[in-house]
């Protein structure tokens, strides 16, 4: 296990930090998986300028103000990283806020994009919430959160530095833990954010927010109804009654529908409404946008859009969450 350092222990090793490209283990690094390739460019923090040096393979970042968000991870006696929370800062800065809040939600969440993309067992056409009884194609690997929303609003606190600091903050407004796959990220993502970012706004539809993976306990008559004794939705907005769950390739399988329409006639019988969305919804912002009018009609809210350019912020959140979860350009 990494040892997460403290603001100041993480200041006295930038501090006394040195780039001596010679004293770089490329082998090492790329065992860690610090380094794609022993040619990768490594980039090095540094304490102070005069401690940069120069050379083909690395490239030095300077950090001599301390910042209670930047703290790294000890890997091992004399080597270090960053931590989770100080990547995901340095993300923003070069990225969009889509992106970010994809990395947000990943390193908040159950899975792991880098992994299941490497190990060959993610298929973006596949179900997020796949039984694992149902083959290979659909197993998915299960990982600690690294990173909570606490964090994120502290840091957004902290931030006062210009560069990067709208982004990371925009994102880490809606962002939301405990998604279990990048096409969970992206619909609730597009449910939460605001309109000024691109989203629906269905966050702010009450106090309770939008709920990920929410575990709901059906009544004695729901659970006849449905032959379960509790459901686990993908989203849940508890303000309009409504659990969100993506409709991957497995769902087609005759088990999983009868499954599946099982727990919808239980969730009805307790006056909430299963809407599901597929691949090809995920991908347009006009059947989104028409789902999320149904979400506010039914909390009682009338949707409005006041925000101007609208679609084009929508698009553009879209596809920042599509690149930033590894998927192409809807």
Known sequence: MWEHLSPAASARVLAAATANEGAIDREELVRLGALGLENDEAHLLVGSASRRRGGSGIRCHLASRPRPWLTLLKIRPGLFCCAPLAVT???????????????????MGTYSLDAEVTAGLWDPSASLGAPRESGLSHLRLSYEPVLDAGQLRRASGHMRDGSGTRVFAG?????????????????????????????FGCKNLSRAGIKVNWRIELTPEARAIAKMPYVICDAYIPAALSCFE??????????????????NAGLAAMGIETIVINRQQIKDVQALECIAKRVYLRAGKRYRQTVTGHRQLQNDLLHGLRVGSGLPPQ
């Open 89 to 107: 800062v340095q993300f923003s800065r070069s990225h969009g806020i889509g992106e970010t809040a994809a990395l947000m939600m990943e390193l």
């Open 246 to 263: 993506y409709n991957g390739g497995y769902h087609t399988d005759e088990r999983a529908r009868m499954h599946d329409e099982n727990r």
């Open 171 to 199: 994102a880490a407004s809606f962002a939301l833990p405990d998604a279990a796959s990048p096409m969970e990220t992206i619909m609730v993502a597009m449910l939460a954010a605001p309109k000024s970012a691109g989203g």
